[in-house]
């Protein structure tokens, strides 16, 4: 299911954005919501673009590199875009409770929106969800409920919720056409933010993909609309898969033109792009098609490497975000290296979650340092 | 020591506000730094002034009440302002190291500030502090330091590297004057954000009170640049400390000119106000005679009511947030209750810290729920 919009009424309205709306919400034109006043926003979009030279300096790539911020959106992740305008459009229909399966940020950001708008929450995680994720979802008043098995098997409690009793599902993978609807905003911003441009290679990790979809539904509507010329390419869409859970890029360096569900134990620092994809592999097809279309690729990263561009970012920007947000820095790495980013190419990684989704686990990683070493530290820089 | 400003000057000059900087730096011509390459953002400030009326009828307060979420910041609190700014003179200055004492946020920040910065940064933190804002703050590469007794002791410890090693002390008390310099841009987002009015009340959880100070400051100067009318009263200043830790607020209930430190043993799940003020009262003071001056006042919640304010704010409101900032909305309901509040007076809440900021201690708080009872919820919900 896509959501189609008449662009050239749309481009001759002018009118593409309303700045007094919050958040995202000022590209009202361009979503799938009727009324205003069923917009339900705790601020979330807007989220800053910021320009890191010095990394890209430390990795010895000749490129224009900017950070997507969507780890700084209200809940802590770039799903607050579609359950804003998921949970809008329930409330449009009148809904007073939806469900969700979710292992993890999206549970939160639904949970977050509901008790915005009143509605009731349903969230089936897994039982291995991070602690720390599930008390964040329980918080916000959502009756949230562990389910045995991997992911496919909660998304399956979700969709059996919904069926059942109504309840619209916020699920958000291309089972729900508003999260792409959603995630086109990210791609508005970009433009925005770069002075009205595009970047020549967006980077996103990817699970099943509907933010690599959505972002490049977003550029090509604005080619659309007529923000830039008609020949003007879109950018190349990169993804960036864990090495220990990588059915997409498998698939892209197999050539093959349909993913199949990773099987076998999963054991990775990046739990926010764990996923196996059984049941719904097509999303997966989905995610290669666009990055193959685009003139971007698939790739992924070993445990090391997602550790090590994790504290990359932290130490040489300021962010402090969880190691699956750090897959699209530490791809940038090995993407130069390759060739594959051209000298002065602008390119964006988009961080997709807080660091402190992950603080909990940080605990059995950082070493505490004894008082006395921190002492022997401090007196060696001080010499 | 307080940074003050030709406003005359200003007014005249017109061009206040530099839209194309990011964050708060868009105030740079109110803000103490010469050059914009010293500039150092990640992006904070321009948080969301959510309305909240939902809430409002909950606690049966007739106001037009909205949240200003400062939680919201890159770091997870207000602290970004004042470390933003204070990192960005250290830079200006040529500073290569910088230190600070802090019991958590502020550490978090400036640690996240010199990264982005590049340069070293030596935090002093009660060996008390909770392990989560010390593992952020060790993640962006700072040196944390914890120091055996209550805050005044990392405090004197900062003073003391600051004045052998000559690093600039970004502590944000009245220590460093770019803290209220910094915090001056709250009141002017606020203003704008209401559409060029200032709100009748503002309330701010307080430990020392640099934020009220530094508010109260930037509604002032806006009064001065002929902003809003010469007789234009300025809103009235709210505190809200803890029962466990309240020096402040027992000065006030005295009616006393000065605040004495806050000696006893304190155990409150406010942590981001829990200090005693020993060796620095007269901090303490200044706050007092701010709330006093602006018609405002200071108050005290129970521990059961920080923990029901926070619940409410996360579940009907649908921001996460650390007990410390719901004082600010718990305040709101004893005002009314008090008259303190007029009928359709407009307040601000001021939530100063996200709610993954105390994530590890709610899994001491939050009674985990059994897939059984979960479901019958579940089914009761659905009934």
Redesign the interface.
């Known amino acids: 299911m896509e959501v189609k919009y008449d662009y050239d009424a749309l481009a001759q309205d002018g009118r593409l954005t309303l700045p007094e709306l919050?958040?995202l919400w000022k590209y009202l034109p361009l979503l799938p919501l009727q009324q205003e006043e069923n917009i339900v926003s705790?601020?979330e979009g807007?989220?800053?673009l910021?320009r890191c030279q010095?990394m890209a300096d430390i990795y010895g790539a000749q490129i224009e590199w900017y950070i997507k911020?969507e780890h700084?959106n209200?809940?802590?992740s770039f799903k607050d875009r579609p359950s804003s305008v998921g949970v809008s459009a329930a409330k449009e229909a009148g809904a007073e409770?939806v469900v969700i399966a979710s292992s993890g940020n999206a549970a939160?950001a639904t949970a977050?929106?509901?008790?915005?708008a009143?509605m009731?929450c349903?969230v089936f995680v897994p039982e291995s969800t991070d602690?720390?994720k599930v008390?964040?979802a329980?918080?916000?008043?959502a009756?949230?409920?562990?389910v045995t098995g991997n992911y496919s098997h909660s998304y399956d409690m979700a969709d059996l919720c919904a069926k059942r009793?109504g309840w619209p599902n916020i699920t958000s993978t291309f089972l729900n056409p508003y999260t792409v609807e959603a995630d086109k905003t990210v791609a508005y911003e970009i433009f925005e933010q770069l002075g009205g441009r595009f970047p020549d290679v967006v980077i996103i990790p990817i699970a099943s993909g509907p933010l690599m979809i959505g972002a490049y539904k977003g550029f090509d509507e604005l080619r659309h609309l007529g923000r830039v010329p008609a020949q003007q390419p879109l950018p190349a869409m990169v993804g960036v898969q864990s090495e220990q859970c990588m059915p997409i890029t498998r698939a892209y360096l197999n050539g093959d033109a349909q993913v199949h569900c990773w099987d076998g134990t999963i054991s990775t620092i990046a739990g926010g792009i764990s996923d196996p994809l059984v049941g719904y592999e097509n999303d997966g097809t989905l995610t290669l098609q666009t990055a193959r279309a685009s003139g971007g690729m698939m790739l992924c990263l070993t445990e090391g490497e997602i550790w090590q561009a994790t504290?990359m970012v932290?130490?040489?920007?300021?962010?402090?975000c969880e190691p699956t947000s750090a897959t699209a820095i530490g791809a940038v790495s090995k993407l130069w290296n390759e060739g594959f980013l051209k000298k002065g190419a602008t390119v964006v990684s988009v961080l997709t979650g807080?660091?402190?989704?992950y603080?909990?686990r940080?605990?059995n990683i950082?070493q505490p340092?004894s008082?006395v070493e921190?002492?022997e530290?401090?007196l060696k820089?001080?010499q």
Chains 1, 2 share one sequence.
């Not at 329980?138 to 008043?141: L, Q």
């Open positions: 919050p958040g705790l601020g807007g989220t800053p910021l010095r911020a700084l209200p809940s802590g409770k939160a977050a929106y509901s008790a915005r009143g009731e349903v602690p720390g008390i964040q329980a918080s916000y008043g009756t949230v409920i562990p009793f504290q932290e130490t040489k920007v300021g962010y402090y807080h660091g402190f989704k603080t909990g940080r605990c950082l340092i008082k921190q002492l530290i401090l820089k001080t």
